[in-house]
């Protein structure tokens, strides 16, 4: 394969669209790719990882959809002069490196070289965008942190208050604090689990999200639309999941104790719940069959070697999967694995952890097995940043209509 072109059809500003945005960090495109599906337009997306960014220029050159046009770059991010998109952008993203703040890391929190939520910070003051959306791993909002996260966000809210250097970020919080008034963003804090939004995975993370209070006041937050209620209803109750794939109903002493019990409080209201239900590996899988050593289906290889132990049990076909994870120094590990009704477990192909992120099927991986799962594992879920920008696409034609209207 020819050497990718990672700075090739950079595209040139579209200063009339409603929806223009920039992106940091990344990674291998989950994020991005949930924003192009709710319509947003990309002017530049900035990544490191060599091994990401051929995943994207790989995709690129295969002309798939959404990323063919995507002005990529490989770049650090802190050589990149944001000014050049003041007024030209309405929305920064993106996910900076959650190693500093994940449990499965070292936890260094903002004393770990990878910590950039100063370029985060960086780009929303030199853009100057309506609304940004960052997201994280839900260990940033573990107690040890709750200093750097408040300073975080009150930066975020006045960026313009430089940290002078060598300065403390807790003096620097001080100061900024003493001008919360004046701060031209409202931010907020967005605990959420990527299964409520449509991805067939517990994915536990967090937004931080904010909009400039010269347009308006930051909206309602995105609201779920799947629960875990409705699967256990379309399991256990109307048995529409078994029919959908099939399947006899199991008996009822097959019911996990976890949704005999919701299933219970459930049947005292004798009507569904109103969301879609959890997606399950089962249902993502579908069409896809048992992965093997020669498959025709891309990235659907077996991965031999999986195996239980203590605290690393895989997921249960019949639930979404439990969170993918890039694993420490670039190693794979936890929880990728999925549990068959024999008990037996083994990997997940590339395909199929593509599948619980969101990436459709053409969307490929050349990489090693070790390399795409870590790259993966790292990604933001597509159906997160889809319904993420689906939210701000309708707030943003909110904030036009009434304008029109005032």
Known sequence: MAKPNYNSNVISLRRDAATNSVELFSGCGGLAMGLSIAGFRHELLVEWDEHAANTVAHNRQRRAKHVRDWPYIKQDVRAVDWTQYKDKVHVVAGGPPCQPFSVGGKANGDKDARDMWPEAIRAVREIEPEFFVFENVRGLLRPAFADYVTWITAYLANPSILRKPGEEHLVHLGRLQRQANKAPYVVRILPVNAADYGAPQKRHRVLIIGVRKDRESLPELPKPTHSQDRLVWDKWISGVYWERHGLPRPSEDCIPPHEARIATKLNKHNRPPSENAWVTCRD?????????????????????????????????????????????????GGENMLAREDDSVRYFSIR???????????????????????????????????????????????????????
């Open 284 to 332: 993502a899988f579908v069409g896809l069959g048992e992965p093997s050593l020669r498959h025709d289906i891309p990235n659907h290889k077996f991965q031999p070697g999986a195996r239980v132990y203590p605290g690393h049990t895989g997921s249960p076909i019949d639930e979404p999967a439990k969170a993918l994870k890039a694993g420490v120094h670039g190693v794979p």
């Open 352 to 406: 199929e952890a593509a599948r619980l992120q969101g990436f459709d099927d053409k969307y490929q991986f050349p990489g090693s097995w070790t390399e795409s799962m870590r790259q993966l594992g790292n990604a933001v879920p597509v159906q997160l940043a889809s319904a993420v920008g689906t939210w701000l696409s309708k707030t943003m034609e909110n904030r036009k209509r009434i304008q029109r209207v005032a």
